[in-house]
């Protein structure tokens, strides 16, 4: 189990959704749900809530969910549909966490790490997204998400991000982590940044950075922070289905002086921590 959404729901819950792949090679994935009172220990329920071939845009897997409480009260869950097609961006929405409905995908095309901002922007819902290899921002008038993506372009350029600290190498790809967190000076944007180390997929590094980007116009990047916040260095993430991976799909406001962070560790576990708001000067 790994890369997983979670959100603090109207009953003070943490909800999580969860990838769980049941292939040896990673390639077949369901979504799981787990709940917690406090965001740290969690209640697994035993079978999955989203299953790989619900539609027919999903019969190779449902990966990567990331959650966003909607203006019309509904939670959505922005999801890579795998099918023979290739893998589109797929999105759900829910009430309960136990019952789905179906709302498309923005584009037929190649594409994954998607999220919407979690309140419009004027008149618009404004859409992250990653067709390889940079970050792209689209938008749409119509608040049911279901059609009308337009305005679709580059937001930020992998080559824009940091160095491997181990080789200097600029990153192959970059994406968004977890939904934009909106906060005083800018709406907060955890990334994730995959570097080549080697000629195969295994000497690849997937490790955490940030942008911060302007409130009232989201195209515009106000900030890039220099350097990876999260690199993978303990053996959970070192060691696993695919080794070196530090990959998120979720950050979380309580309202503390913190906010929690979720990322799977090597496409094997999941793993949590806390990231200081006295240390985002650029946020706070």
């Given at each position: 189990?790994?890369?997983?959404?979670?959100?603090?729901?109207?009953?003070?819950?943490?909800?999580?959704?969860?990838r769980?792949?049941?292939?040896?090679?990673?390639?077949?994935?369901?979504?799981?749900?787990?709940?917690?009172?406090?965001?740290?220990?969690?209640?697994?329920?035993d079978?999955?809530?989203?299953?790989?071939?619900?539609?027919?845009?999903?019969?190779?897997?449902i990966?990567?969910?990331?959650?966003?409480?909607?203006?019309?009260?509904?939670?959505?869950?922005?999801?890579?549909?795998c099918?023979?097609?290739?893998?589109?961006?797929?999105?759900?929405?829910?009430?309960?966490?136990?019952?789905?409905e179906?709302?498309?995908?923005?584009?037929?095309?190649?594409?994954k790490n998607?999220?919407?901002?979690?309140?419009?922007?004027?008149?618009?819902?404004?859409l992250?997204?990653?067709?390889?290899?940079h970050?792209?921002?689209?938008?749409?008038?119509?608040?049911?998400?279901?059609?009308g993506?337009?305005?679709?372009q580059?937001?930020?350029?992998?080559?824009?991000?940091?160095?491997s600290?181990?080789?200097?190498?600029?990153?192959?790809k970059?994406?968004?982590?977890?939904?934009p967190?909106?906060?005083?000076?800018?709406?907060?944007?955890?990334?994730?940044?995959?570097?080549d180390?080697?000629?195969?997929?295994?000497?690849?590094?997937?490790?955490?950075g940030?942008?911060?980007l302007?409130?009232?116009?989201?195209?515009?990047?106000?900030?890039?922070?220099?350097?990876?916040?999260?690199?993978?260095t303990?053996?959970?993430?070192?060691?696993?289905?695919?080794?070196?991976?530090?990959?998120?799909?979720?950050?979380?406001?309580?309202g503390?002086?913190?906010?929690?962070?979720?990322?799977?560790?090597?496409?094997?576990?999941?793993?949590?921590?806390?990231?200081?708001?006295?240390?985002?000067?650029?946020c706070?």
């Open positions: 189990v790994f890369n997983c959404g979670v959100i603090i729901d109207d009953d003070g819950l943490y909800k999580m959704l969860f769980a792949a049941w292939t040896e090679d990673q390639s077949m994935s369901d979504c799981g749900l787990a709940l917690s009172i406090e965001g740290t220990k969690w209640y697994v329920l079978k999955p809530v989203l299953k790989c071939g619900m539609n027919d845009h999903c019969t190779r897997g990966e990567d969910p990331r959650i966003v409480k909607w203006i019309d009260g509904w939670k959505y869950i922005f999801t890579t549909a099918s023979p097609a290739g893998c589109r961006v797929g999105i759900w929405r829910t009430k309960n966490f136990f019952e789905y179906w709302i498309g995908i923005p584009f037929n095309q190649e594409d998607a999220s919407i901002f979690p309140e419009p922007i004027g008149a618009w819902a404004y992250l997204h990653r067709k390889a290899p970050i792209w921002i689209s938008r749409t008038k119509d608040l049911t998400l279901r059609s993506w337009q305005d679709s580059i937001l930020v350029e992998k080559d824009e991000f940091y160095r600290p181990n080789t200097e190498n600029l990153p192959a970059i994406g968004i982590a977890g939904p967190v909106k906060t005083p000076k800018g709406w907060l944007v955890i990334i994730h940044a995959i570097h180390q080697g000629e195969n997929m295994f000497n690849r590094v997937y490790s955490l940030f942008m911060v302007n409130l009232n116009n989201p195209v515009k990047v106000e900030y890039i922070y220099p350097s990876p916040i999260l690199w993978p303990e053996k959970y993430e070192i060691i696993g289905a695919v080794p070196v991976v530090c990959f998120s799909n979720a950050v979380v406001d309580p503390g002086d913190s906010l929690y962070i979720y990322w799977g560790g090597a496409d094997t576990v999941i793993c949590g921590g806390r990231l200081m708001k006295k240390d985002l000067p650029m706070y």
